[in-house]
Nanobody, 112 residues
Framework: QVQLVESGGGLVQPGGSLRLSCALS????????MSWHRQPPGKKRELVAL???????NYADSVKGRFTISRDNAKNTVYLQMNNVKPDDTAVYYC??????WGQGTQVTVSS
């Protein structure tokens, strides 16, 4: 059974930082493309960042230079480091493994 559990969301002020974690069970993070997606209020879900099994990373234009995706193979966990956050980053953030497996999401709210 593949499971993904996100954590680390919360309320953060504009310009602040937050690190999201996604703990994976049932498969290895190093064997599949892992990705972070977000769904702002009233909008569609969108890709934020991904890391392939080979370590290649890619980012949405809106977060390039501010967010960093990484993984810890020993902990079987993927991270999303969010720096210099903006109010437009407010969303529910979801972790995804491969093409089908999703986590339950974690809320990130950027507000002063």
């Amino acid at each position: 059974q593949v499971q993904l559990v996100e954590s680390g969301g919360g309320l953060v002020q504009p310009g602040g930082s937050l690190r999201l974690s996604c703990a994976l069970s049932g498969r290895a993070v190093s064997s599949y493309t892992m990705s972070w997606h977000r769904q702002p209020p009233g909008k569609k879900r969108e890709l934020v960042a991904l890391i392939t099994s080979g370590g290649f990373t890619n980012y949405a234009d809106s977060v390039k230079g501010r967010f960093t995706i990484s993984r810890d193979n020993a902990k079987n966990t993927v991270y999303l480091q969010m720096n210099n956050v903006k109010p437009d980053d407010t969303a529910v953030y979801y972790c995804k493994s491969g093409d089908f497996w999703w986590g339950q999401g974690t809320q990130v709210t950027v507000s002063s």
